[in-house]
């Protein structure tokens, strides 16, 4: 069982920074590759960035590529999510998931099992 706890969300201006945290509680989260996921209102829940268990391997949407990056400290079990030059189209509840046992990485939503309650970025124009 893997649980998951977002922070860092909250009010940002257009063209500002921020960092969301995940905090998994499992012992082996190195094992685990990780995954960050937004959802706007009444859109779908959308891929954002994907890492591997070393952190080596990343994979980002198109539409955030070059502004955010994920990255992750397995010895705090803890993954991160910096948001540069946000955009109202940014706004969305931000998740962080981690797949079924034995995935090392993935970008499909489908393959994710675990996930956490979401924090809320919002993004004025």
């Known amino acids: 069982q893997v649980q998951l706890v977002e922070s860092g969300g909250g009010l940002m201006q257009t063209g500002g920074s921020s960092r969301l945290s995940c905090a998994a509680s499992v012992r082996t989260f190195s094992t685990y590759g990780m995954g960050w996921f937004r959802q706007a209102p009444g859109k779908e829940r959308e891929f954002v960035a994907a890492?591997?268990?070393?952190?080596?391997?990343?994979n980002y949407a198109d539409s955030v590529k070059g502004r955010f990056t994920i990255s992750r400290d397995n010895a705090k079990n803890t993954l991160y999510l910096r948001m540069n030059s946000l955009k109202p189209e940014d706004t969305a509840l931000y998740y962080c998931?981690?797949?079924?046992?034995?995935?090392?990485?993935?970008?499909?939503?489908?393959?994710?099992?675990?996930w956490g309650q979401g924090t809320q970025v919002t993004v004025s124009s």
């Open positions: 998931a981690a797949p079924t046992p034995g995935v090392a990485f993935t970008t499909t939503l489908a393959r994710y099992r675990y």
């Open positions: 890492i591997s268990g070393s952190g080596g391997t990343t």
